[in-house]
T-cell receptor, first 114, second 114 residues
């Protein structure tokens, strides 16, 4: 049973436009959410996170929105740049500390078209 | 300083053989995590170390899998009697404390069991 779902395996966006990546979760115990970015042959790198006490967190071109009632979060990238082409993973955890690790979605492959 | 390193980067083995995967976390990071990513799947959490101890080993897929960490630093993941379904990328991550804010990932070891 997948607790973190990214229903779009891939997404193609024109350079300069907004990229919106979506993520849904089922475990109501999750209270911290992260986005990781992964290039081929590299490990995932942390991008941005949000606590369940917030509904928005912004860092430069990246904004994460959290809708707790819908158990949904999204990552907005604006404007999209060619270097943003990568696989984006949504991850979640509860406040139990590190022992449970992070629960990841399957990822969305973002392709930025010139 | 250096990031998380893993060795080997690629490992091809025959079914039934044992393999050992190594992770060198970032110096000073007390928490260490192992994940694996099978083809088309998200990252699956395997085990977490706080210092040298792993409080919960239930995430390991079977009793053929074991992990240890010595000196609060290097960790090895051992798979005995490998099976084809063990083929995956095995990722190691570390964090300064067992905090969900940010885990730093290594590049992974791609294991192929023939």
């Amino acid at each position: 049973d997948q607790q973190v779902k990214q229903n779009s395996p891939s997404l193609s966006v024109q350079e300069g436009r907004i990229s919106i990546l979506n993520c849904d979760y089922t475990n109501s115990m999750f209270d911290y959410f992260l986005w990781y970015k992964k290039y081929p042959a590299e490990g995932p790198t942390f991008l941005i996170s949000i606590s369940s006490i917030k509904d928005k967190n912004e860092d430069g071109r990246f904004t994460v929105f959290l809708n707790k009632s819908a158990k949904h979060l999204s990552l907005h990238i604006v404007p999209s740049q060619p270097g943003d082409s990568a696989v984006y993973f949504c991850a979640a955890t509860d406040s139990g500390g590190g022992a449970d690790g992070l629960t990841f979605g399957k990822g969305t492959h973002l392709i930025i078209q010139p | 300083g250096a990031g998380v390193s893993q060795s080997p980067s690629n490992k091809v083995t025959e079914k039934g053989k044992d393999v050992e995967l190594r992770c060198d976390p970032i110096s000073g990071h007390t928490a260490l995590y192992w994940y694996r990513q099978s083809l088309g799947q998200g990252l699956e959490f395997l085990i977490y170390f706080q210092g040298n101890s792993a409080p919960d080993k239930s995430g390991l897929p079977s009793d053929r899998f074991s992990a240890e960490r010595t000196g609060g630093s290097v960790s090895t993941l051992t798979i005995q009697r490998t099976q084809q379904e063990d083929s995956a990328v095995y990722l190691c991550a570390s964090s300064l404390i067992p905090d969900y804010n940010e885990q730093f990932f290594g590049p992974g070891t791609r294991l192929t069991v023939l």
